[in-house]
């Protein structure tokens, strides 16, 4: 069987990258240190213990769900800021594009932004999930340049027996006639802390906990800036937080604008809202009716 190629986080990007256009799937080993991997736990393992089943089959009977972790824990920065991660998701998708405009061929390259962020745990009894791409919530179109990179961070080991996530490495290279099989899938098995990195073209799905234990992980992903946001991280995170976090953080949830101009504020740089008292539009008052 066809086993994942597994690095340290001191691997070389270039590596990496390779790694990942090719197989569309690699496997980081000690992704997170042991501070951010128990202060994950310290926030996020209560909320899971309190949350409900998912309603849908899709999301799992037997699967609960906590999103908007912005908001519910101080330790995402180390997840969206690992150098591969972020350096892989950045050589990737930041890939220049040339346009004309009038009689100049310019070139623009856009910038990636935070997608989504959700802890999920999946119990005993649960089934496997439908194979799928993640980056078919923007109807993309395969073969084509990628557009989203996905983080699974094993909060638990992960085995066969509890519900690794399954994938087939190399499916983001095929057409979009061609279905997935389970037979084609194999799981990620990985130790708590490691990180399994994945395109957003590539199949993947939940598998079945058939052992007696949960199987805890956070993913997170990273999309092209001039796509919307899969989670929406102007609501799912208060200003008063995006505003203690680094400002490259800050821009990457969405206070930026992406090349050649998605994503402004009154012909701004979002970003103002984070940094200038005066940059709240003055309400403008409601002519009175006759």
């Given amino acids: ?7 340290r986080p001191d691997a070389p990007l270039d590596d990496v990258v390779e790694v990942l256009e090719r197989d569309g799937c690699v496997i980081v080993e000690d992704f997170v240190d042991d501070a951010t991997f128990e202060g994950l736990w310290a926030d996020l393992g209560p909320l899971l213990d309190g949350t409900r089943y998912s309603k849908s089959g899709y999301d799992g009977h ?29 050589r990737i998708m930041e890939k220049p594009v040339h346009m004309w405009v009038g009689q100049a061929r310019i070139e623009m390259t856009p910038n990636i932004q935070v997608s989504a962020t959700q802890a999920i745990q999946i119990d005993p009894g649960q089934g496997r999930q439908p194979l799928h791409r993640d980056d078919s919530l923007h109807l993309r179109r395969h073969p084509g340049p990628t557009t989203r990179v996905q983080l699974m961070l094993a909060l638990s080991e992960f085995t066969a027996e509890n519900g690794a996530t399954l994938v087939i490495p190399g499916s983001h290279h095929w057409d979009d006639e061609r279905a997935p099989r389970y037979a084609e899938a194999i799981p990620a098995a990985m130790p708590a802390k490691s990180g399994l990195l994945w395109l957003g073209g590539v199949y993947h799905g939940g598998g079945a906990n058939v052992s007696d234990k949960p199987r805890t992980s956070l993913t997170v992903s990273y999309d092209l800036g001039n796509l919307r946001q899969e989670e929406n991280q102007f609501l799912a995170v208060p200003r008063d937080v995006v505003r203690t976090l680094p400002e490259e953080l800050q821009r990457l949830l969405g206070y930026d604008r992406c090349p050649p101009g998605v994503g402004w504020y009154e012909m701004e740089d979002p970003h103002i809202l984070l940094t200038d008292p005066h940059a709240e539009p003055a309400l403008l008052e409601t002519p009175a009716r006759a």
């Fill in 62 to 90: 037997q699967t609960r769900r906590v999103s908007s972790l912005f908001r519910r824990t101080t330790h995402m920065t180390p997840v969206f800021m690992q150098p591969l991660y972020l350096g892989a998701a950045r």
């Fill in 1 to 7: 069987m066809v086993d994942f190629v597994r690095v």
